[in-house]
T-cell receptor
Framework: KAGVTQTPRYLIKTRGQQVTLSCSPI?????VSWYQQTPGQGLQFLFEYFSETQRNKGNFPGRFSGRQFSNSRSEMNVSTLELGDSALYLC?????????????FGPGTRLTVL | DAKTTQPNSMESNEEEPVHLPCNHS???????IHWYRQLPSQGPEYVIH???SNVNNRMASLAIAEDRKSSTLILHRATLRDAAVYYC?????????????FGKGTLLTVNP
């Protein structure tokens, strides 16, 4: 079974631009979560989608948004990029939402904002 | 979110057992204890989870204290591939508490 895939793997943008990252979960998984990882803040939860609905949200500004499609694929959008948005963005999928289900992580998208 | 405390780093020798501690004194009765690890240049991967009883799987064992205020991840025979950052995470069963809240984790170094 194929794992979680994220595209693109690397991205360079400039301040003020916007960016869209894509995540394809494992087949059959309906929950997709997004995380931001930086050296200073570590791994931080952004949001979770389940059956096209946002179920959970972290403490990030409204510039960070996401959506999930009917095939469970998810996209994350960051508008008006800032230098501090440079990070590894990780997507994780699981069979269902909830506290027990194991999350499977993708390799991440490395975003650099210049 | 309930917090966990882990040592910043630990060192082990190859083929020896490793005991990675985690303190979670504010754990609630419905919080599950999850462990994930992140190998260099990879996303995190699930290791094991438990509620009250000790748990074993092919990767590791999880020993949970009777009062649930601490737990220990046990790697029975460390290999070089086990060098990673290990995260101990509490996941609540109610409301929005089931998201994964990662702390700083423990950087495990395995010496050949």
């Amino acid at each position: 079974k194929a794992g979680v895939t994220q595209t693109p793997r690397y991205l360079i943008k400039t301040r003020g631009q916007q960016v869209t990252l894509s995540c394809s979960p494992i087949s059959g998984h309906r929950s997709v979560s997004w995380y931001q990882q930086t050296p200073g803040q570590g791994l931080q939860f952004l949001f979770e989608y389940f059956s096209e609905t946002q179920r959970n949200k972290g403490n990030f500004p409204g510039r960070f948004s996401g959506r999930q499609f009917s095939n469970s694929r998810s996209e994350m959008n960051v508008s008006t990029l800032e230098l501090g948005d440079s990070a590894l963005y990780l997507c994780a999928s699981s069979t269902a939402t909830g506290y027990v289900n194991e999350q499977f992580f993708g390799p991440g998208t490395r975003l650099t904002v210049l | 979110d309930a917090k966990t405390t882990q040592p910043n780093s630990m060192e082990s020798n190859e083929e020896e057992p490793v005991h990675l501690p985690c303190n979670h004194s504010t754990i609630s009765g419905t919080d599950y204890i999850h462990w994930y690890r992140q190998l260099p240049s990879q996303g995190p991967e699930y290791v094991i989870h438990g509620l009250t009883s000790n748990v074993n799987n092919r990767m590791a064992s999880l020993a949970i204290a009777e009062d649930r205020k601490s737990s220990t991840l046990i790697l029975h025979r460390a290999t070089l591939r086990d060098a990673a950052v290990y995260y101990c995470i509490l996941r609540g069963s109610g409301g929005s508490n089931y998201k994964l809240t990662f702390g700083k984790g423990t950087l495990l170094t395995v010496n050949p």
